[in-house]
Structure formats: structure tokens, C-alpha cells
């Protein structure tokens, strides 16, 4: 099926929800002037469908293949690759002083947005990119910076995250890869890790690997953690690439979905020979990575945007021609498109109020890092509470708008052809890499939470629920949030915050979400069908979330009551 870039939608989220021209009043930020902004959009919309979207199915069926130690993609990548490269799409929101066009990092948003909707696993490679830019610009040495930004932020080279290791997932501190003293500013990397994305390729002139190790004597833990930069190609002084350093892919993974995209097990100095160089200090390597986690966190949460969007899309054009029976209630017997029938609307309702919901809690978060950014007093520590919602809750909506479109192709959306069901299988990847939603939610009611002793969080909730008199049921909503976060602030056991966390995760982003599309619908430019969608988002989804509350405040004694072999007996 064709994508169609949801342009209107997006300008109207960039506008209303990112405060895109409040964002381009500041000096920073002044090219992203309206006209800029609609040619962003319309540009990669456009690049997306014509470059991006034709190779989606194709990626799925013959996806990528190890051979002699390389990976290769099927034919049309590489040129589809390099045109985005060639026409400036990685730079949007790089440093200029990098060949970047420092625009907000909200105008990237859509590039990546636009780009995974038209092909999720492709997108997986400048994705990961960016968090890898993220790190050496934050953390680098200027001499890093000078040798490998430059090619990054363009796009010519990629980069990858190293964390996972057999034994190590979650648990970052169990890792084992090892990092010697090389002399001088080298270091002999040795170790494996798995689940590396894109981590081999042949479409990108160089991969920069980016890799946690001990270094001797280390702290246990996670506290004993450094970063290195490891690029397959040793980089020369004048910044071409050099001789292969000694890692190589040595399989991969047999997985549900994202076939197109190489998830690697990457081995690091078979023959002693893999060198490397640190980033920041020793043992602050966690410090260094989570700066890439954030960003790559915001980008997998939209990734729920980006898989609801084709699902809703393809199903939506499905309804449209599928005849079948007649509308119950109708005098005439002849059968209708099911798009006529109740349930099949309130499915494509559904998925559309979802999507369109996830899209604005996307675009106000990224909003709220381009002020971080600006120096806004309170935006950084707004945006740091919105981000694990967005990861969880995005990517939730991914996967059940996914799963909605399967069901209105009924039998034809469980046979590959329709298509439906790669989005399904492509969905279902977001809740768990990049830190699992349950994950997210922990960080937000043991980290977050304490932001300004639960000042951040509770203004934001009051900003909700002073500006939705129009829409009570997300200010109730996020009046039921602000109780549950002071519950847990003030009396909560940490075993009672966690056993509630998805919940009140859940719920606050729904809140969020909802209140954005108030907005929206306030602004008047979506019409008839924003007002509609922004009701039956607060009547049916605002409503539904509510119903969280009862787990949100349950306590753990409950998850307790049967041992750990009475529990799987």
C-alpha cells in the first residue's frame, strides 16, 4: 500500500502543540519561519513516499543478509540511502558548526516521523545515528567532535549504541567487555554485544560504534562503566577512513519484524587488535549513554506514531472498498463498504484519535526539549517527565492501533499479502528496546516524580486541568494523576510506586495527549473532523484511562500474595 504523508496533521501538532513560532522568535531558532517549516514537512513527506515507502515490503520479505562476515540490504537501500544523505535530511537540526542546519530538534522529529512511517526498519539506521551524535556532542573532546561530526551529522557515516550483552540487558552493570590501555589516547576494546542495531552495513562509508566497557580496576556495577568510540574503519588525522579495526559481525538475529533492519551480535577484538577511544571520563560511560537513551527514547516513542499512522492509513483505505453485508438497520439489503458499519467505525475512530493523539504528545515534548535547549526555566525538567510517557504510551498506541488494523482486514489482515500484518509484527519491537515501558514507568514515579519534590509533574497537571474547562473528562483525568503522584510522593512503599507505575504512566500521558488535542481542536485549522476526534478521544480514551486509577493505587500486596513457584504453577 502507498503512504501518504499526513502533512496537514503534522503542521498543525509542529504549530499548536511544538510552539513552532513561538520557538522561531528566538535567534537560534529564526529560520524556522512558517514557509520553512511547510517545505520541511511537504519536502520529506514527499522524499519519504517516493524514496522510503517502496522498499517497506520489500525489506520485509528478503530483509538483510550476513555474508563473509558483511551485511547487505536488498537493491534500492543503498540509492535510497544515499539521496537522503545527498539532499541534507540527517542535518535538520545539527550543529552548523558541523555542517548541521541547526534547526529545532522538533523539525527532526518530523523527518524521522515521516521517514518511519514510510519504512520503520529503514529508519532504524539515521535514528540511531543521532543518538550517537548526541553522545560525542555532549560528551566528545573537541578533537572527537572535529573528526567525527562532521561525517554523522551529514549522514556519510553511521553510528550505533553498544550496551546488551548476552548477560547483561536491562542490567547494564553485568556487562564484561573489556577495555586495555592501547597508549596514548587508545584503548584494546574485547568483548560482545548483542542486539546492536545496524551495527554492520554497506551503505554508510563508516560505522561509528559507540561501546560500554570496564576498564582495569573498575568499580562493580554500573558505577565501573566507560564509553569509547570504536568506528569499523580507523579514522586517519584528516578524517577519511583508514584500516578495518578488528570487529566483525557474527550473526543475526532471527526476529518477529523490522526485517530490514540488521540487528547485529557484534564481536570486538577477536585478535586483540580492536581499538578505541574514550568519550568523557572513566566510569561515567552510563552518564555519556543515557544522553543517547533520551534522544533515542523520544525517537522510539515516535515509532508509535509512525507504525499507527501506516496501520491507519492502510486500514482506513481497506474499509473504504471492502464490501460486505448490509448496514444493519437499513431498509435496503444491499451490502456496503464496511467503513458504514458501527463497530468498523468505532475501530477507525479509535485508531485515528490515538494517532492523532500520540502525534500531538510527540510534537509538545519535542517542543519542550527545543526550549531545554533555548535555556526556557522549567522546559528541560517538563521535558524529561513527558519523555518516558511518550516512549511508553507512543509506543503502546503503535502496537494496538497496529493490532485495530489487522482486525478491520479481518481474515485478509492475518495473511501477509494484505500487508497489514507487518505492521503488527514491526510494532511490537517499540515497548521493549531503548529501556521496556516498564521500564519508563519506573523511571517516572522513582526519578521523575521528584523532580522540584514533585513540583514539575504537579504543574504540569495543573496546567492541564485549568486550561480543559472545555473538556472535563481529561481534567479529571489529570486531577486523578496529580492525587496518585502525591499518594506516591508522600506515603507509597517503593514496591506500591512500581506496582502502580504503568498505570499512572498510562493515564498521565493519556491526560497530556488529550489536552493537546484540545488544543488542536480550539485552533479551528483541522475543522469538523479535529472537534470530533479531540471529543471521542476525551469521551472514550480520557475516560477509559481513568478506569487506571483502582491499579495505579492497588500496592504490590496483591502481586505478593503467591510465591514465586505458586505464581507459575
Known amino acids: 500500500m502507498d503512504f501518504t504523508p499526513p502533512t496537514a496533521d503534522q503542521v498543525l501538532a509542529i504549530r499548536v502543540n511544538a510552539g513552532i513560532e513561538d520557538l522561531a522568535s528566538h535567534e537560534r531558532f529564526a529560520a524556522a519561519s512558517p514557509d520553512m517549516v511547510e517545505a520541511i514537512v511537504e519536502g520529506i513527506g514527499q522524499f519519504a513516499a517516493g524514496e522510503f515507502a517502496p522498499l517497506n515490503r520489500k525489506g520485509d520479505l528478503e530483509g538483510a543478509r550476513l555474508a563473509n562476515g558483511n551485511v547487505h540490504l536488498p537493491e534500492g537501500f543503498a540509492q535510497a ?10 542535518a535538520i537540526s545539527g550543529d552548523p558548526a558541523h555542517g548541521g542546519q541547526g534547526l529545532p530538534f522538533t523539525l527532526a522529529s518530523n523527518v524521522i516521523e515521516n521517514l518511519g512511517a514510510a519504512n520503520m526498519a529503514f529508519t532504524l539506521l539515521p535514528l540511531l545515528t543521532v543518538g550517537a551524535i548526541e553522545a560525542i556532542s555532549h560528551h566528545g573532546s573537541q578533537a572527537q567532535k572535529d573528526l567525527y561530526l562532521d561525517r554523522l551529522i551529514s549522514g556519510e557515516w553511521s553510528g550505533t549504541m553498544n550496551l546488551t550483552e548476552p548477560q547483561a540487558g536491562s542490567d547494564v552493570g553485568a556487562l564484561r567487555t573489556t577495555a586495555v590501555p592501547a597508549g596514548g589516547d587508545k584503548w584494546h576494546i574485547k568483548g560482545t554485544k548483542i542486539f546492536i542495531t545496524w551495527g554492520e552495513h554497506d551503505l554508510a562509508g563508516n560505522v561509528v560504534h559507540l561501546v560500554l566497557a570496564r576498564t582495569p580496576g573498575a568499580p562493580a556495577g554500573s558505577r565501573g562503566i566507560s564509553l569509547f568510540i570504536v568506528p569499523k574503519y580507523h579514522v586517519l588525522p584528516d578524517g577519511s577512513p583508514g584500516e578495518r579495526n578488528d570487529l566483525r559481525c557474527v550473526s543475526l538475529e532471527h526476529k518477529l519484524g523490522i526485517m ?27 552518564k555519556a549513554m543515557f544522553t543517547m537513551m533520551n534522544s533515542a527514547r523520544i525517537n522510539v516513542g515516535n515509532q508509535g506514531v509512525q507504525i499507527a499512522e501506516r496501520a491507519w492509513q492502510q486500514a482506513r483505505g481497506y474499509a473504504r472498498d471492502r464490501i460486505q453485508s448490509a448496514r444493519a438497520g437499513s431498509p435496503s439489503r444491499e451490502s456496503v463498504a464496511i467503513v458504514e458499519h458501527p463497530d468498523v467505525r468505532r475501530m477507525l475512530l479509535r485508531m485515528r484519535a490515538l494517532t492523532e493523539g500520540a502525534r500531538a504528545l510527540l510534537y509538545y515534548t519535542a517542543g519542550q526539549v527545543d526550549r531545554g535547549a533555548l535555556g526556557v526555566p522549567g522546559a528541560q525538567a517538563r521535558a524529561d517527565c513527558l519523555v518516558p510517557m511518550l516512549k511508553a504510551w507512543g509506543t503502546d498506541v503503535g502496537c494496538e492501533v497496529a493490532s485495530l488494523g489487522v482486525q478491520i482486514h479481518g481474515g485478509m489482515g492475518f495473511i501477509e ?131 487506571l486509577k483502582a491499579a495505579a493505587t492497588a500496592g504490590a500486596g496483591l502481586l505478593y500474595a503467591l510465591d514465586a513457584e505458586a505464581l507459575a504453577g
Request: glycine share 10%; with cysteine.
Open 81 to 90: 540511502y544515499q539521496a537522503y544523505v545527498e539532499q541534507g535530511w540527517n
Open 260 to 286: 530490514a533492519s540488521p540487528t547485529c551480535v557484534m564481536s570486538f577484538g577477536d585478535n586483540d587488535r580492536c581499538l578505541g577511544e574514550m568519550i568523557g571520563a572513566e566510569n561515567e560511560g552510563l
Open 417 to 547: 499479502e494484505t500487508g497489514a500484518a507487518q505492521h503488527y509484527r514491526d510494532a511490537r519491537i517499540a515497548p521493549i528496546y531503548e529501556g521496556t515501558n516498564g521500564i519508563q514507568a519506573a523511571d517516572l514515579v522513582t526519578r521523575k516524580l521528584g523532580y522540584e519534590q514533585g513540583g514539575v509533574l504537579a504543574s504540569l497537571f495543573t496546567d492541564i486541568i485549568s486550561d480543559c474547562t472545555d473538556a472535563p473528562e481529561i481534567a479529571e483525568l489529570a486531577k486523578a494523576c496529580a492525587g496518585i503522584a502525591s499518594w506516591m510522593s508522600e506515603s507509597a512503599s517503593l514496591d506500591d510506586k512500581l506496582a502502580g507505575s504503568v498505570p499512572l504512566c498510562t493515564m498521565s500521558a493519556v491526560a497530556v495527549a488529550g489536552w493537546q488535542l484540545q488544543r488542536q481542536a480550539r485552533d479551528g485549522a483541522g475543522g469538523e473532523a479535529k472537534r470530533v476526534v479531540a471529543r471521542f478521544f476525551a469521551e472514550q480514551i480520557a475516560t477509559e484511562a481513568l478506569g
